[in-house]
């Protein structure tokens, strides 16, 4: 088939270079020269696991291509995916500028059947507001699909490739079709394409995310509660989640949720809710509740400190708001180093992947370390903020030496409390005893 991708963001890149992995023609559009220019030269534009090798193998195939041109873009593909940006706005809601500005743009070009996929995270009746803008200037047919997308994070080639569902919001018949066509080898597993009306679609995207970000929620109060009733989380979380009714994922209770996606779409459909005159209080609660904790460690280190972490050297190991990601967005980490670098401490940090962005936000305030044994080496303290593989297993006797005192704040729980114990180190966790 002929597909044409608007936006070469993280949902755009992978949607196209994963279909283009069953054969069809994809063509990625993007109004930023320099980035298609390098997307050309075969840069990948953002860090995500398996994505280069598909991405070189289809441009290779010529399979995959990028312009500036949307008027030739639009030209080229029966099947027109929008994987724009709906940053929040002031106010919490969904911006859709740049998704109705491209519609427009749809209605002045197109001079053929179109099916126009809503793929970015939208309120409940955008598809309806895409089509009243194409309308107002298409002199071709088209129809619009709601098809929002469930990838996360550093496993987005997987899920895109073996998806759970597909959700397809359409009130057309021929639409419908196409998009089931589109996407049968990707659920030859079985899972199923889910054909629903506009709205549903739209809804479901986001109380998928939300109800995910209550859950996490959920269990970092319970921790909470645990550490005054002098309980372990660790053993309620696999207490509870054996229940195959709650299930086992989604219940590490730690320094709060971060990303592009969760604290932006809970906050939205809160906002839709309020819009409709509708209060989602539950909510209200979990954007509060993950405002606080992503700080929960401070107060903590404040304690040990005796409220002195001037002068104070802390080591931070993980910067990215969850691992294999480069992503910063609305990371814990960052709110961390924040509020250290404000008490008058020194951060000496390590992550993987995510240095050079954070480079960018704090320049020589903090210091970047070619791995996490050079952050620790001399500081005081280290703090732990997103759980890489790399940091499950370290070198607890070196840690010991380079540390000037045996601490670690542990925001994501990657070692036992015995463990540590044993070894002589003063551990503070999330929802365990010290
Ligand atoms: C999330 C959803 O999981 C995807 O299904 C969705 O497609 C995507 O948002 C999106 O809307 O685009 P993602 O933001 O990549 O994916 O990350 P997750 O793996 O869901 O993690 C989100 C946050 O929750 C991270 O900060 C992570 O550390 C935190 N988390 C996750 C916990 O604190 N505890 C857990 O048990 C699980």
């Known amino acids: 088939m002929k597909i044409t991708v608007v936006g070469t963001g993280y949902v755009g890149l992978v949607t196209g270079t994963c279909l283009a992995e069953t054969g069809n023609e994809i063509v990625c559009v993007d109004n930023n020269a320099e980035k298609v220019q390098k997307m050309r030269n075969g840069i990948v534009p953002i860090y995500e696991p398996h994505l280069d090798v598909l991405f070189d193998r289809n441009i290779e195939a010529n399979r995959l291509t990028f312009t500036t041109d949307l008027k030739a873009g639009l030209d080229h593909g029966e099947v027109i995916f ?18 109705l500005g491209v519609a427009k743009e749809i209605g002045d070009y197109i ?26 200037t298409a002199k071709a047919e088209f129809d619009v699909v709601s098809n929002p997308e469930f990838l996360r994070e550093g496993f987005a080639v997987d899920d895109f490739l073996k998806p759970e569902r597909i959700v397809i919001g359409t009130k057309s018949k021929k639409a419908a079709e196409i998009m089931q066509r589109l996407y049968k080898p990707y659920v030859r597993s079985g899972n199923p394409i889910l054909v629903m009306d506009e709205k549903s679609a739209e809804l ?46 989604f219940l590490f209770p730690g320094i709060g949720y971060g990303g592009s996606c969760f604290p932006k779409d809970v906050k939205a459909l809160h906002k839709s809710g309020k819009d409709a005159n509708f209060s ?21 280190m404040e304690g040990y400190f005796k409220d002195d ?50 480079k960018r936000k704090y320049g020589d305030k903090v210091t970047f370390c070619e791995n996490m044994y050079q952050a620790t080496e001399g500081a005081n303290a280290l703090l732990i903020c997103t759980e890489w593989s790399i940091f ?3 070198d607890f006797t070196k840690l010991k030496k380079q ?3 045996p601490v670690i704040f542990d925001g994501r729980n990657l070692y036992t409390t ?3 114990k044993e070894l002589d180190f003063h551990y503070l966790s999330i929802g365990r005893k010290s």
């Not at 109380?207 to 921790?223: C, G, H, Q």
């Not at 209080?281 to 509060?288: C, G, M, T």
């Open 392 to 394: 499950r297993t370290p």
């Open 309 to 358: 972490l001037k002068g104070k050297t802390i080591a931070v190991w993980g910067l990215a708001f969850k691992p294999e990601t480069d992503d910063i967005r609305e990371a814990p980490a960052l709110y961390m180093i924040d509020l250290l670098l404000e008490a008058g401490a020194k951060v000496k940090a390590f992550d993987p992947e995510a240095m050079e962005n954070v």
């Open 111 to 136: 001079t053929d059947y179109k099916v126009i996929v809503d793929k970015s995270t939208v309120p409940v009746g955008t598809a309806e507001k895409v089509r009243a803008t194409i309308a107002k």
């Open 82 to 99: 929008l994987a724009l940006p709906t940053p929040e706005d002031e106010d919490g809601s969904a911006d859709l500028s740049y998704v």
């Open 280 to 300: 989602f209080k539950i909510l209200e609660a979990v954007v509060d509740i993950n405002e606080q904790q992503k700080t929960k460690l401070f107060p903590k």
């Open 204 to 249: 479901t995207k986001y109380a998928a995310n939300s109800f995910l970000a209550t859950k996490i929620t959920f269990m970092n109060e319970v921790a909470n509660y645990c550490e005054l009733v002098g309980a372990d989380v660790d053993h309620v979380r696999i207490g509870m989640g054996t229940d195959s009714r709650i299930g086992k994922r």
């Open 403 to 405: 540390l000037s005192e």
């Open 418 to 420: 015995e463990e540590l």
